[in-house]
């Protein structure tokens, strides 16, 4: 008996004992909640391997069948990760193929479906906004030497990723902690670790977007540099301005490519309109 097997007869033997049990809320959660968890790791497995690129855009997921023997789980708890995949717009499932990585690229998804992921992404640069420029004074405040060389050393990771074509999620992520990290306040390090992995979705979804400009590398890198600069020197509302500068240029290109897709989806509609005069 393989482990996919294994897991198959004991969420089958959960039933089963759910089945016998009296209290009818119990049936309803006792199932679902160990499906959940298990979902839950193998879509944590499935989305460091897409945003680290080692499954790059346009890149053909494994079927269920091989996905639950790789995880030694069952197929319902791969087809449920598979959904929060599909939800997080890091694939596309195409009849009779398979699931493919999009990459948040234009090309992957229709219009409507692209902008409500960009109007996600922008509510969460609201959230960074409010957040990480204060975060980025308060380190200025209370920098050591110790912080300091974690900053670089973050910031010298984050450009390797991008000059090796790679995405960086995980580089990016660890530079920003490692300012509220700086900074030396449980509760503003504890909001970036819970901000985790919609940082880390946000960041895919922006530099697979602004991956063909020219400038790309250079801006996040020159960016990233003045933001240490400025917490180096211990200038407080520098630091503050540089980190807020940061993120609305990105907040920036998101809102001009967001009009874009509404204005294209208004040209089509026009468009139908008139085709059906």
């Given at each position: 008996m393989t482990k996919s097997e294994a897991a198959d007869q004991l969420?089958?033997?959960?039933?089963?004992?759910?089945?016998?049990?009296?209290?009818?809320?119990?049936?309803a959660l006792l199932v679902?909640?160990?499906?959940?968890?298990?979902?839950?790791?193998?879509?944590?497995e499935l989305f460091k391997k897409i945003t680290a690129g080692v499954f790059p855009s346009g890149f053909r997921l494994p079927g269920e069948l091989a996905l639950s023997r790789q995880f030694s789980v069952s197929r319902p708890v791969v087809r449920q990760a598979?959904?929060?995949?599909?939800?997080?717009?890091?694939?596309?499932?195409?009849?009779?193929?398979?699931?493919?990585?999009?990459?948040?690229?234009?090309?992957?998804?229709?219009?409507?479906?692209?902008?409500?992921r960009i109007s996600r992404c922008l509510s969460f640069y609201e959230f960074r906004l409010a957040v990480e420029p204060a975060i980025a004074a308060l380190a200025a405040k209370r920098i050591n030497r110790v912080h300091l060389r974690r900053i670089e050393r973050m910031l010298q990771e984050d450009r390797a990723s991008l000059e090796s074509n790679r995405i960086g999620v995980d580089a990016d992520y660890n530079f920003h902690l490692s300012i509220a990290q700086a900074a030396e306040n449980e509760f503003l390090?504890?909001?970036?670790?819970?901000?985790?992995?919609e940082m880390k979705l946000n960041t895919f979804a922006v530099r697979n977007l602004r991956r063909s400009a020219p400038d790309h590398l250079d801006s996040v890198v020159r960016e990233h540099r003045s933001i240490i600069e400025a917490i180096a020197r211990r200038k407080v509302?520098?630091?503050?301005?540089?980190m807020?500068?940061?993120i609305e240029n990105n907040r920036a290109f998101l809102l001009?490519?967001?009009?874009?897709?509404l204005r294209r989806a208004c040209e089509t509609d026009v468009e139908r309109r008139a085709g059906q005069g």
């Open positions: 969420e089958k033997r959960l039933r089963q004992s759910a089945s016998r049990v009296a209290d009818p809320e119990a049936v679902p909640v160990a499906v959940s968890r298990r979902s839950e790791m193998v879509y944590d598979l959904e929060q995949l599909r939800a997080s717009g890091l694939i596309v499932s195409r009849r009779g193929s398979g699931s493919y990585v999009t990459g948040f690229e234009a090309g992957d998804l229709d219009v409507l479906d692209l902008d409500k390090i504890k909001t970036m670790e819970l901000a985790e992995h509302e520098d630091a503050r301005e540089q807020r500068v940061h001009e490519l967001h009009l874009s897709f």
